[in-house]
C-alpha cells in the first residue's frame, strides 16, 4: 500500500491538525491520547470531512486534492471503515447489515465472498440475528465483516477494541491478525494502546494536538516506549 | 349519523388525509435539509415555516386568499391559463389545510431525522450507498415512528382547521363545508343539538389520531 496524506490542514475545536506524511507499510498505527486528532484523520480519508487542504492519494488514485477540485465521494472511494462505536444499523439484522454493502461480483476470488468473511470471523451463526442482541465482541466482529465485504482497497479501524475489556480484547486481535494476514488488507489502525500496535502494526505514526510527533516501525515506537 | 353528517365527516377526514399526504414528501425534503444542514440564515427559515403555527389562522388564510383569489399571482395565473379556481372549492379546502399543517409535520419529522445519528449515515456512505440510498435505508426507516406520528399531528391539525379554510374556501355546504365550519355555522344558526352530534364526531377523529400519536411515540420511547 501507499498512502500519500499531504498538505493536510483541517481546523478542528482546539488546535488544527495538519499531516504531512507517506505511508508504505501494509498496518499503520495511529497512536496518540484522545482528542489528538485521530478520528478526525481517518475521517479525512474516508471523505467524510472536507478539510480547508489536502492532498490524499491511495495507490495510484488521487481520492482528495483541494488544489485540484478532486474529491471522490466517499462511497465511491473503496474504503472500509470501523468506528468507535462500530455504527451498526440497529434496524438490520445481521445479516442485513453485512450484505449492505456486499459487492459479490466484485472480488475476483473467493476471499471476499460472504461464505468466507463469516467464516474466518466466525459469525455465521449469528446470521439471522438482530444486532442489538449481539455481545461486545460479535458486534465488534461483525463490523469488521461489513467492512470487509465490500472488499475495500484500505480498511479504516477507529480505536476497534477500546469498549471491550482485555479477554474480549485477547480474542479478537487475532481476528484483526487474521483479516492483516489472509485478506492482505492494508490498515490504519487508530489506537492509543502499545499492545495493539505490537500485535497488528508494521508502522506507526504518533500525534497529539492535530500534529504528527513521530512515524516510524512500530518495533521502534515499542522500544521508545 | 344524517347523510349530511356523513357526507361533512368524510369531506373533512379525506380532505385532511390528502393534505398530509401531500405535503408529506415537502415535509420530508424540508426536515431533513433543517436537521442535516447549516448554512447562513437558516433561522429565517426555520421562522418562515414556522409562522402558520403562531400567526393567527385568518391572517394566513387572507395571505393564501390574496395569492390563490383569481386577482392574486397564483390563482389569476391559474385561472387565466389554465381556467383553474381555487378559492371557495375543496382544493382551496385542501390548501388552507396543507399550509397549516405543514410546521406540525415538519417539527416532529425533523425531531425523528436529528435522533437519527449521522455516523451511521456516513458509514453506510463508505459501504457505497448513495444519498439516496442512505436515506431510504437508514435514515427513513429509523426515523419512521417520529414521521408517522408528525403525519398524524398533520392531519389531526387538519381536522380541527377554520380560520385559514373560512378565508380561502368559504363554507358551502356539500363542497367546502368542514366538521369546524359546519360546527360553527350550526352554532350561528342555533341548531345546537347538531352542533353537539358534530362535535362528538370532531372528538372521536381527534382523540383516535393524537392516541395513535402517543402509541407511536411511546413505542419508540420504549425501544
Not at chain 1, 491511495?58 to 470501523?82: C, F, H, K, M, Q
Not at chain 1, 465490500?150 to 469498549?163: K, Q, Y
Not at chain 1, 513521530?214 to 522500544?223: I, N, S, T
Request: glycine letters at 8%; hydrophobic letters at 50%; aromatic letters at 8%.
Amino acid at each position: 500500500m501507499k498512502l500519500l496524506l499531504q498538505r493536510i490542514r483541517l481546523p478542528l475545536a482546539s488546535f488544527v491538525l495538519e499531516v504531512d506524511v507517506e505511508l508504505n507499510r501494509q498496518v499503520t498505527a495511529i497512536f496518540g491520547p484522545s482528542g489528538a486528532g485521530k478520528t478526525s484523520l481517518l475521517d479525512l480519508v474516508a471523505g467524510l470531512r472536507r478539510p480547508q487542504s489536502a492532498f490524499i492519494q491511495l495507490n495510484d488514485r488521487v481520492l482528495t486534492d483541494t488544489g485540484g477540485s478532486v474529491a471522490v465521494p466517499t462511497r465511491l472511494r473503496e474504503i472500509g471503515y470501523v468506528p468507535q462505536d462500530l455504527a451498526l444499523f440497529p434496524h438490520l439484522s445481521v445479516r442485513q447489515n453485512l450484505l449492505y454493502g456486499h459487492k459479490p461480483g466484485a472480488a475476483a476470488n473467493h476471499l471476499f465472498s460472504y461464505e468466507h468473511v463469516t467464516r474466518v470471523l466466525e459469525i455465521e451463526p449469528l446470521d439471522q440475528r438482530a444486532v442489538t442482541d449481539l455481545s461486545g465482541g460479535e458486534k465488534q466482529r461483525v463490523a469488521l465483516a461489513r467492512a470487509l465485504l465490500t472488499h475495500p482497497r484500505l480498511l479504516l479501524l477507529d480505536e476497534p477494541l477500546a469498549s471491550l475489556d482485555q479477554n474480549l480484547k485477547a480474542r479478537i486481535v487475532p481476528y484483526l491478525a487474521r483479516i492483516r494476514d489472509e485478506f492482505q488488507m492494508p490498515m490504519l489502525y487508530v489506537t492509543h494502546y502499545l499492545g495493539e500496535v505490537e500485535a497488528l502494526c508494521d508502522e506507526a505514526l504518533v500525534i497529539e494536538n492535530g500534529k504528527i510527533l513521530w512515524q516510524g516501525p512500530a518495533v521502534d515506537l515499542l522500544k521508545k516506549s | 349519523m344524517s347523510g349530511e353528517e356523513w357526507q361533512i365527516t368524510w369531506f373533512t377526514a379525506w380532505v385532511s388525509a390528502l393534505s398530509t399526504l401531500i405535503i408529506l414528501p415537502f415535509g420530508l425534503a424540508t426536515a431533513w435539509v433543517l436537521a442535516r444542514r447549516d448554512w447562513r440564515g437558516k433561522s429565517i427559515v426555520e421562522t418562515l415555516i414556522a409562522l402558520p403555527l403562531v400567526m393567527p389562522p385568518v391572517a394566513t388564510g387572507l395571505i393564501l386568499l390574496k395569492l390563490l383569489g383569481r386577482r392574486g399571482p397564483i390563482g389569476g395565473f391559474l385561472h387565466d391559463k389554465l381556467d383553474f379556481d381555487i378559492i371557495f372549492t375543496w382544493r382551496g379546502v385542501l390548501i388552507s389545510l396543507g399550509v397549516m399543517s405543514f410546521p406540525l409535520l415538519v417539527r416532529s419529522t425533523r425531531v425523528a431525522f436529528e435522533e437519527v445519528s449521522p455516523r451511521l449515515e456516513q458509514i453506510a456512505r463508505t459501504l457505497g450507498a448513495s444519498d439516496a440510498r442512505v436515506f431510504c435505508t437508514i435514515t427513513l426507516p429509523l426515523a419512521l415512528r417520529g414521521v408517522v406520528a408528525g403525519m398524524i399531528l398533520a392531519f389531526a391539525r387538519a381536522l380541527g382547521e377554520f380560520g385559514a379554510t373560512i378565508m380561502v374556501a368559504g363554507n358551502i355546504p356539500g363542497q367546502t363545508s368542514t366538521l369546524s365550519l359546519a360546527i360553527f355555522q350550526s352554532v350561528q344558526l342555533g341548531q345546537d343539538a347538531y352542533a353537539f352530534r358534530l362535535l362528538g364526531i370532531a372528538v372521536v377523529l381527534a382523540f383516535l389520531a393524537v392516541w395513535t400519536s402517543e402509541l407511536l411515540l411511546r413505542r419508540k420511547g420504549t425501544k
